[in-house]
């Protein structure tokens, strides 16, 4: 099994915060001497997480809507008399949509869909430097 493992950090600016990661992945992939595989893409840490979604602008407004209602950042959280922190629905919508995502690939193509983009999720309350992790492995 051959495998290339890549790393990059993108600047997020707190909240519900998404970005579209895609040409980082393809990148790895690219970088890799592997032509058929996976792309395990991974964040580090309990308050963000790794999906993907059609990344335009309206679907950036009604995902963050829809977060927010399952749980709302405001709340006063228990979490929150643990660290005397305010970011309890952070980690509770971190675990929700997971920290990592696996995308086939195929001559060193990502499988992806039309309108399909890989996205990170931070949903931390401040701005933060978050390293993404990519296992490419064939
Ligand atoms: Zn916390």
Known sequence: MASHTA???VETKGDICIMDITKEIENAVAESKI???IAAVFVPGSTASISTMEFEPGLLKDLPEVLKKIAPLEKDWEHH???NDRNGASH???TILGPSLSVPF????LLLGTWQQIVLLDFDREPRKR????QVIG
């Open 106 to 109: 195929h001559k060193k193509k």
């Open 92 to 94: 509770i919508l971190a």
């Open 7 to 9: 790393r990059f950090f």
């Open 81 to 83: 008399k643990t660290w």
């Open 35 to 37: 032509e058929n595989g």
């Open 131 to 134: 390293e993404i992790i990519v």
